[in-house]
Nanobody, 115 residues
């Protein structure tokens, strides 16, 4: 199973920014669409941003214009730049393939947006 390791979360004030990183344990990374997901307390995990192998991106309406997903195929890494953070962005953030592999979920990285 491919494994993903997320990092970069933390506590940030509303309006602040964070950059999340996710390293993948596969040399075939460049062939896969990737996604960033999040799970808030008491809620289901949701896809917030995706990027195809060709670099085409898509976003959930709730983060459009504030979050940017990008990838570095040379480093087998996908990023999520999060700006203008809101308290409702508080969640554990995960990465996975754009069509998620159930056995590949990592520990995620916690993002808390609070004053």
């Amino acid at each position: 199973q491919v494994q993903f390791v997320e990092s970069g979360g933390g506590l940030v004030q509303p309006g602040g920014s964070l950059r999340l990183s996710c390293a993948a344990s596969t040399r075939d990374f460049r062939f896969y669409g990737m996604g960033w997901y999040r799970q808030a307390p008491g809620k289901q995990r949701e896809l917030v941003a995706g990027v195809t192998s060709g670099g085409i991106t898509n976003y959930a309406d709730s983060v459009k214009g504030r979050f940017t997903i990008s990838r570095d195929n040379a480093k087998n890494t996908v990023y999520l730049q999060m700006n203008s953070l809101k308290p409702e962005d508080t969640a554990v953030y995960f990465c996975n393939f754009r069509v998620a592999s159930p056995g590949s979920w990592g520990q995620g990285t916690q993002v808390i947006v609070s004053s």
